[in-house]
């Protein structure tokens, strides 16, 4: 793919600022020995799993640049970039990772876009109500007595993190964090915005921060964006 630019005037140093908050979200504190970055063509489909190991660097620095390098590298390219966000098998082999690959639930992610099926990115409006959204359901979720999450912008709407304290990777526990989405998805969903139910999967992978998200054709009023983190 050519380089693809994009109407923000985004460049490789603003991607280089915000990539490493990946590890202020994602297996911060972890003893992780796996981590799969997924990209994706936005256009064909087209996914490029690659799976980097820890052992193969020589300390943890190093193998987080390595990852940082190359999911940039990738983006810059045209792809989408991806990360599973819940820790791998240290016995796993292979380039993707599948729901019985995970070695326990690290992260809750609540993700709010707008309803339906859309082919081109969110207006700024679309993507303040997403974030509106989400500081609702954060406050309703705060007097259930969950912690305050990490809050992000996913390029077209919001993605919320909750801290799960090791969740086991279980059946029960899948059910668990669904049952919870679809709640939320009663309680908090317009016309407009809603929760997804469907990422309630081990295996989930979800938005690289530091990284452009493209859908279909960008316009004035419906640019591409960073996935980054929000205050």
Not at 10 to 38: M, P, Q
Not at 71 to 97: H, K, Q, V
Not at 107 to 136: C, F, N, Y
Request: glycine share 6%; aromatic share 10%; net charge negative.
């Amino acid at each position: 793919m050519a380089q693809i630019t994009n109407l923000l005037g985004i460049s490789r140093a603003d991607l280089e600022a915000e990539v490493v908050n990946n590890w202020c979200l994602f297996y911060s504190g972890k003893d992780i020995t796996h981590v799969e970055i997924r990209c994706i063509d936005p256009f064909k489909g087209v996914a490029i799993p690659k799976m980097f190991y820890k052992g193969n660097y020589d300390d943890l620095k190093s193998f987080q640049r390595a990852i940082e390098c190359y999911a940039i590298d990738m983006n810059l390219s045209g792809f989408n970039a991806y990360i599973c966000m819940n820790p791998i098998r240290t016995d796993f082999e292979g380039p993707r990772a599948n729901d019985k690959a995970i070695q326990y639930r690290d992260l809750l992610l609540i993700d709010i876009d707008r309803a339906g099926t859309h082919k081109v990115p969110s207006t700024e409006v679309e993507l303040q109500a997403s974030l509106d959204m989400g500081d609702s359901v954060t406050e309703w979720l705060s007097t259930k007595g969950f912690p305050a999450p990490i809050k992000t912008c996913s390029g077209n709407g919001c993605h919320f993190y909750y801290a799960l304290n090791d969740l086991e990777n279980t059946d029960y526990d899948r059910d668990l964090v669904k049952n919870l989405l679809i709640i939320l998805g009663e309680q908090f969903n317009t016309p407009d915005i809603e929760i997804d139910p469907s990422v309630s999967n081990a295996s989930r992978i979800t938005k690289f921060l530091g990284t452009i998200m493209r859908k279909g054709t960008e316009s004035p009023d419906r640019p591409y964006r960073m996935a980054r983190m929000v205050n």
